[in-house]
């Protein structure tokens, strides 16, 4: 959307991305196609403890 609303300010697609932070070509992408494919959110990935929650809090309350 912050794209969209500097390009109708007149600004250039360079001068949007060093603004914005991305791509040159990321900038004309959304520019082209609002509707421009984004990322998805991915799924939660296990921690390194994860195998061991049961065994933790066992562990602690023993102790």
């Given at each position: 959307m912050e794209i969209r609303v500097l390009s109708k300010h007149g600004k250039g697609?360079?001068?949007i991305a060093r603004e914005v932070g991305v791509s040159r070509n990321t900038v004309r992408r959304y520019l082209r196609?609002?509707?421009?494919?984004?990322?998805?959110?991915?799924?939660?990935?296990?921690?390194?403890?994860s195998g061991f929650e049961g065994y933790i809090p066992q562990r602690l309350a023993s102790a």
């Open positions: 697609a360079r001068e196609a609002p509707d421009a494919a984004r990322y998805r959110e991915r799924p939660p990935q296990p921690g390194k403890l």
